[in-house]
């Protein structure tokens, strides 16, 4: 941010705090769903479509991020675009939490691919939207690569991200609705998301106070709007677990995990089977 200081080292300190707050809570989101699938050893209740489109979001989110913050191409590109005294919108904290991200989400498609999956599968439509979408990124990056037009380039990841985030909970709503249960969905990670949306919101709105400039939510309008999708899922899910379905999560555990848990045999089978009981021959004794 060569050129560009923070007027008030109060709100410098807090944006710093919220960034990293924002960053542990985000970062922490994706872990109750590993250790939940760890424990069951079994990923029935987590939608495939939603994992694999989860991944994707936070691949190109960390392409977006570390380009912006790494590159001075990029800046001097938004700076010409928006104001040489403009702040970039990008921290080191974004960029953490994005690479962090996609670290875990591969570690939860790895757990798809080893544990238990029912009759789950990943969609058609699924697998054709996502090989759409890496020949769209390809492609965009070879039209901007001859003008080195970055800016315009991270526009159009900005494009993927928001719309990847807006179909991506969609799978797992609908599997919530149908089976009438949150159960293999963990709802550590709505929470945790929910939280983290809240403090990237503060985190800007604290910036644009600083800079007397809202210039850094409309020129990171993909940052804005995909809390905002993110944040609005969180409430549709966090009702679906605490007001729709609240009974079958703490009632017992799903009929497909009971029938891993369950051995073949029970005592109580063993003890209803009647065996026959055969009396003692009983033989004359010949008197002579």
Known sequence: MEGVSWKSPILEGAYDVCGWLAFIFWSGCLYPQLFLNFRRKSVVGLNFNYALMNNTKHTVYFIYNAC??????????????????????????????????????????????IYDRGNQAVSKFTIIMLVGVWLGVVVCYFVALPSHSWLWFLS???????????????????????????????????????????????????????????????????????????????????CQHYLLYPSKKESHSSKLDQEIAEPLVTDGDISAVTIPHKSPTTHAVKTV
């Open 68 to 113: 912006f913050y790494f590159s001075p191409q990029v800046q001097s590109q938004y700076r010409s675009k928006y104001g040489l005294r403009q702040m970039i919108p990008v921290a080191a904290n974004d960029v953490a939490l994005s690479f962090h991200s996609v670290v875990l989400t591969l570690l939860t498609l790895f757990q798809i691919a």
């Open 156 to 238: 159009v990841l900005t494009s993927i991200q928001v719309c990847m985030t807006s179909i991506k909970y969609i799978p797992q709503a609908l599997m919530n609705c149908l089976r009438r249960s949150t159960e293999g969905f963990s709802i550590g990670y709505v929470l945790l998301d929910f939280s983290g949306g809240t403090l990237n919101y503060a985190q800007m709105i604290m910036q644009s106070i600083d800079q007397n400039s809202w210039v850094n939510l409309y020129g990171n309008i993909g940052k804005v709007l995909l809390s905002l999708v993110s944040m609005s899922f969180d409430v549709v899910f966090m």
